[in-house]
Every structure is written in C-alpha cells, then in structure tokens.
C-alpha cells in the first residue's frame, strides 16, 4: 500500500507522520510519499516551524525542509520514502496525489496553520477528507489542558 503523509511544515504535521507510524504495519505499506505544496503567489509563507534555524529562502526551501524533515521520521522503518513538493492548492495536490500514486491511504493534520479549530478542519484536511479517493487519517491537535 502506499500512504501519502501531507505537511504544511506545521508541528502538527510532524505529530501526524509519526502517527501513522506509531500505529502502522511496516510490512504492509510498501512506499511512503511526503507531500508538501507551496501556492503560487501566495501572501503567506510556507510554514517553517519543523526548520532548525530560520531559512532565508524561498517558499520552495521551506517546503523541501519540511518534507525532509517529516521523511526523517520514517529512516530505517521500512517502506520506501518518496520526497515531493507539488504546487497550487493544497487540498487539491494532495488528492491529486493520492490519485496518482494510488494510494490506500492520505494522512493530514488537522490544526496545523489555521486560526481555530473549526477554521483548521474546516479547509484543507475537510476537503481531503471529502474527496480522496481513499481513506484518509486526520490527526487532531492534542487539547490544550485547561488552567
């Protein structure tokens, strides 16, 4: 099975690729594809919270930071670890991913970049959610704890 593992470059994303691996069976997903997308023309940039240092580069650095980054998790698990940066819409890419790599499934993070909870389910992982073509694991910002 390939499962295709989408960062925003968000601390929740990273949280969703290791996710799956707490709870998967290596011998059974044959290939991993870490899939950012960076909108063209954007007015805000791709995230960089999983950066080590800050980068001073484009939108394009950050995204292939973040994909290197959440590849990492998975060195020496076993499947077979593909890096790719798409660009446009980030909902759509990762559906077009999914289709194009056939995969048996699509995990996102919910929470990574948005404002609210319902603002962060509400876009990209609801979307992906409603259109893959597979099913897909959302993984949910752990609750806050209460003072």
Known sequence: MHVIVATDGSRQSLAAARQLKAFAD?????????????RPL??????????????????????????????AVYDGWGPKVHKRIRSGS???????AAKQYDAGLVVVAAGGRGLSDSVLVGSTAQRVQH????????VRPAP???K
């Not at 290596?26 to 960076?38: N, Q």
């Not at 650095?61 to 994909?67: F, P, T």
């Not at 259109?131 to 959302?138: H, I, S, T």
Request: glycine share 4%; proline share 5%.
């Open 42 to 71: 954007a007015s805000v940039a791709f995230a960089d919270d999983l950066a080590e240092g800050k980068l001073d580069g484009s939108f394009r650095d950050a995204a292939r930071s973040a994909v290197d980054t959440i590849a």
């Open 90 to 96: 980030a909902a759509n890419e990762i559906i077009k």
């Open 144 to 146: 806050r704890s209460k």
């Open 131 to 138: 259109y893959a073509p597979c099913p897909v694991l959302v």
């Open 26 to 38: 290596p011998a059974k997903i044959t290939d991993v594809s870490v899939v950012a997308v960076v």
